[in-house]
């Protein structure tokens, strides 16, 4: 029987490759920071917050067609825990894109706190 951080992940995941914003919201807490993979370092471009993802959402929607989600994996390591995955779509110019990403999540009151990317690919 899947325990609770297992079903948490399932849902972040379904909701994440449908793009659909408000399942997201629902699987973060209100004070949830997402340290993208894009900007400089050491954290990239930091969203902060349930608003802040939803600007984002409604940005990405505009940069890329077609992102699909697989190959999706979750390794606890303590009270921490990674996701692997692979991203294909189509960017912004048109050109396709194939990635393999790592995120380090945080987890708070059955929440996700902290989504840490890290990608590489074309």
């Known amino acids: 029987m899947p325990d609770a951080i297992d079903e948490l992940f399932r849902r972040f995941g379904k909701a994440f490759n449908k793009a659909d914003v408000e399942e997201i919201a629902a ?11 894009a900007g400089g370092a050491p954290a990239g471009r930091v ?14 929607s505009r940069s890329h067609r077609e992102a699909r989600f697989s190959e999706a ?12 995955f692979r991203v294909t779509g189509i ?12 995120d380090r999540y945080e987890l ?13 690919g074309d």
């Open 91 to 102: 960017d912004h110019a048109g050109k396709p894109f194939d990635r393999y990403g790592i």
């Open 47 to 60: 969203l902060k917050g349930k608003e802040a993802l939803r600007a984002h959402f409604a940005d990405k």
């Open 27 to 37: 699987c973060v807490t209100d004070d949830f920071e997402w340290r993208l993979n």
């Open 73 to 84: 994996r979750i390794h606890r390591a303590g009270d921490t825990l990674f996701g692997t």
């Open 108 to 120: 708070r009151d059955g929440r996700i706190a902290l989504k840490d990317s890290y990608l590489k």
